[in-house]
């Protein structure tokens, strides 16, 4: 049995301790906060906890599903779910339906939402570039294992908006594709390297496009994971210093600096974060985790009450390029009711809920520094007049979020292969961190897995100190 320290609990971490304590070892998680979760954390509110995230999880999903499964999680009664996300073009709201696997070999047999798009969507897509990508989706599909096929390999060196605007046209990248991606993932995909778009574009088809609300949300299941843990809350790591002999872990806690030695160690935080607390890592590993663009985001939440809403019942809404000055979507967070219209009993009594409004990304920067007050008064004016009407009226929660997500960027499958085979690693240090698998629910899941096989991996044959010699807090005043 060896001893092992989590940096971080965020859902990374938590499967990764999880895994590693499943597999018979010791693992002790340290977390900055004064409680789980990281980014997933319910913001509490005097309107109940808002969960930022959709508490919904793909049936395409499989690590997602089996850890779900596993928690006494998965709803048995509660059937799939197809909510339908809807667009704002050309002055309207439309609902198209759900995208179809069969719509990206014959694009132009799809539901069509017309003018005044060819106004403002000029490129027309190119067959022969559409091949790259059916084939990609199709080896990925059929493909068993963590090979990734040679075809979606060769999608690697564009992004996705280059390369589905060049094989599919801009019409039906903005209208039919890009609304699904975001309404699956709430994400903005399009810088990411078109390859690792591929891979969840493929898990997204896999499930049908349906989902599986997620029994308590997601509060639930990082509170459920965490529950069968040993977790140190509110211990910031400053630094950890890992040798051929183990990895010291120093950090802070209730104003006193604390260390732990353990035969090993996982980061499980933001590629940003690493960096800061592992300032000797080798060449290859800081300028992989260098590689990575922190996106951060402003979003603006809203409690709605209004039983009629016009929404009510959808996922989200995707607002094509300038339609509603500066904002990207809004989604609807937790579960809302059918809309009232289609069940008359769910109007006498429909939940409240909140929704998310994104900034769009090129305006985040212009307006970061803006005060809550102006942000929230913002939105509302954008919305006036628009398709959608006016926001319903309800207290509002702003959030910037410093690294919403950390972009790859092209060329990333080929920077991770040059990582994982490096032949100069830091000893007996491991990483679960978004940055190595796709930016959605199931990617944090396999991050930590990941991380933890990684981890087991990192102790290769050397001797690990004997049963019941764990992760040792050392006293104060005896740290080297
Ligand atoms: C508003 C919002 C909306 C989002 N929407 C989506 C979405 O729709 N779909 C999606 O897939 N993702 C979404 N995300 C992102 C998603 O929540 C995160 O990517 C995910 O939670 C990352 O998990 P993680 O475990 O890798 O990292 P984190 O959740 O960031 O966990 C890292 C943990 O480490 C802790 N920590 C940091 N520094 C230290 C330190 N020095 N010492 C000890 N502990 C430390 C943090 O407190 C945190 O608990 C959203 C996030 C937000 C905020």
Known sequence: MASFVVVGAGLSGLVCAARLIRAGHEALVLEAQPAVGGRLRPIVTEHGPLEPAVGEIGEGDVNLRALVAALGLEPKESPLVER?????????????????????????????IDRPIDAVFWRRPRWRLRRGVVRGLWDASRKRGVEVPDSVRALDDQTWSRASIRAFGTRWCATRLAPALLARTGLDLSAESAAIVVMMLVRLWSGG?????????????????AAALPVRLGARVEALESTAEGVRVRYRTGGREESVFADAAVVALPPSEILRV???LTPAERGHLESFQPRRAIVVHRFVSDPAWLLRGLAGVTFVPGEIPDMRDLRILGRPSPSSSSSPSSSLSPD???????????SVDEHWGLSDQVLIAKVDAAFRGSPIGDLPAGPSRVERIPELMSVQGRGALERRALFECRSERSPRLAFATEAFTTPDLEGRVTAGMRGAAAAIDSLGDVPVRAEGGGANADPPGERP
Request: contains cysteine.
């Open 278 to 280: 592992c300032p000797k």
């Open 352 to 362: 409240p809920f909140w929704i998310r409004i994104s900034f769009e990304r090129e």
């Open 84 to 112: 339908s996300h809807a667009l704002v073009l050309g002055g309207k709201l439309h609902r198209p339906p759900p995208l179809r696997p069969w719509e990206v070999l014959v694009p132009r047999l799809s539901p069509r």
């Open 209 to 225: 496009g349906r989902t599986l609300p997620l029994a308590g949300g997601l509060a639930s299941l990082v509170e459920r994971l």
